[in-house]
């Protein structure tokens, strides 16, 4: 069997790395080095407000239970919705936020639900501010939302106001979520 003109043996490949291993270590240290470095605060970009003790009493997953938008002088109930079994949750790092919410039918039922959503915060103890960066309902991409939060033991109530002009959002909203463990 002829062998093709590139091709070398396996034993040539462990010859030159045994004899250049002296120019190769110098390298794996330094690369292995570069990879346990851990950055320090001037390397690392930071959102206002985002790595105080407040935005650290936030930090987790949490479960929602309840929510109910506002329009108009009308109260609709959005969570739990009779009918349509979701479920909702909403994590928090230092700097960031994320909510997903989905049908518990796997995506296979009549009306099948999905959201997923996030972007940075701020937060000072009682005023919060999301700045949604990613949602699946892009025109709300890019806004900032101001809410009031209300912590009570493993409990997050947040209320305040959607206002989006262009696509006549105007609404209160209040969600009540469970700190998850």
């Excluded at 935005?55 to 506002?70: E, H, P, W």
């Excluded at 915060?121 to 919060?128: H, L, S």
């Excluded at 101001?146 to 033991?153: E, R, W």
Aim: aromatic share 12%; with cysteine.
């Amino acid at each position: 069997m002829k062998r093709p003109a590139t091709f070398v043996p396996y034993s040539k490949h462990i010859a030159y790395i045994t004899m250049n291993f002296h120019r190769l270590l110098p390298l794996a240290i330094v690369a292995f080095a570069a990879c346990n470095t851990q950055p320090t605060p001037g390397d690392m970009k930071t959102v206002p407000d985002s790595t105080s003790t407040q935005a650290n009493v936030l930090t987790g997953t949490y479960k929602l239970v309840s929510g109910k938008l506002i329009k108009q002088g009308d109260t609709t109930s959005t969570y739990p919705v009779d009918g349509k079994p979701t479920e909702m949750i909403k994590i928090f790092n230092a700097s960031h936020f994320a909510f997903f919410n989905h049908d518990l039918d796997h995506g296979k039922g009549k009306d099948p639900v999905f959201t997923g959503g996030g972007g940075t915060y701020t937060f000072d103890g009682k005023q919060y501010t999301e700045h949604l960066m990613y949602l699946n309902h892009r025109d709300w991409e890019g806004k900032d939302f101001h809410f009031n939060l209300t912590i009570k033991g493993d409990t997050l109530i947040q209320q305040g106001f959607e206002k989006i002009e262009n696509l006549n959002i105007n609404q209160e909203i209040i969600e009540i979520y469970v700190k998850q463990h």
